[in-house]
């Protein structure tokens, strides 16, 4: 079973900040620490039944695509929200606001939680993810991946191009690999 936390802040972008310091920077990072030692407990907990853990809003989307069909090719899903089902191969290190997903065939692409509303556990590496959003198209900034750097990113599939693109997350559930 893979799971994902929910944060009420997200990393320190400017639009995390900025939603931040409108609802008050102490208060929030007192309730996050106290959500997260409560959620730490949920977790081992969800992740030793092997269930899903859902986060976001809920699914709209019935149909699951294979990753490698939307990975490999975005622009032809880029009027419509996707569901795909991919493995998690790294996560924002400090809300859990990011993530790079990736596919059997080697395809990678970064997914964002829609206006910071939410995050994943950070320690979801390898764990399988259901996830629904919309592709975005975007120049890449080398300053945002400077960012992402910081926040423990290894994996940039935004390196060496001009343009990329991105999955917005409206909703996503994680569990851990299932063997076999």
């Given amino acids: ?75 032809a899903y880029e009027s419509t929200p996707v569901r795909i089902q991919a493995e998690i191969a790294e996560v924002c290190q400090k809300k859990g606001c990011w993530a790079v997903v990736r596919d059997e065939e080697g395809h990678s692409m970064r997914v964002t939680m829609k206006d910071h509303a939410f995050g994943i556990d950070r320690d979801t590496h390898g764990f399988e993810c259901d996830v629904e959003g919309q592709l975005v198209k ?7 991946i400077a960012h992402f750097k910081e926040e423990g990113s290894k994996t940039n599939p935004e390196e060496g191009q001009d343009e990329v693109w991105e999955l917005v997350v409206s909703g996503i559930s994680t569990r851990a690999a299932q063997e076999g």
């Avoid at 320190?12 to 007192?30: D, R």
């Avoid at 977790?43 to 990975?71: C, R, Y």
């Avoid at 975007?138 to 945002?144: A, I, L, N, S, T």
């Fill in 1 to 75: 079973m893979m799971t994902i936390w929910v944060w009420l802040a997200a990393c320190s972008t400017p639009e995390a900040t900025e939603a931040a310091g409108a609802a008050g920077a102490g208060e929030a990072a007192g309730a996050e620490e106290a959500a997260g030692a409560e959620e730490a407990g949920e977790a081992a907990e969800a992740v030793a039944d092997g269930a899903w853990k859902h986060f976001g809003a809920p699914f709209s989307v019935e149909e699951v695509l294979p990753a490698s069909t939307v990975l490999g090719d975005p622009s």
């Fill in 138 to 144: 975007k120049e890449v900034d080398p300053e945002r």
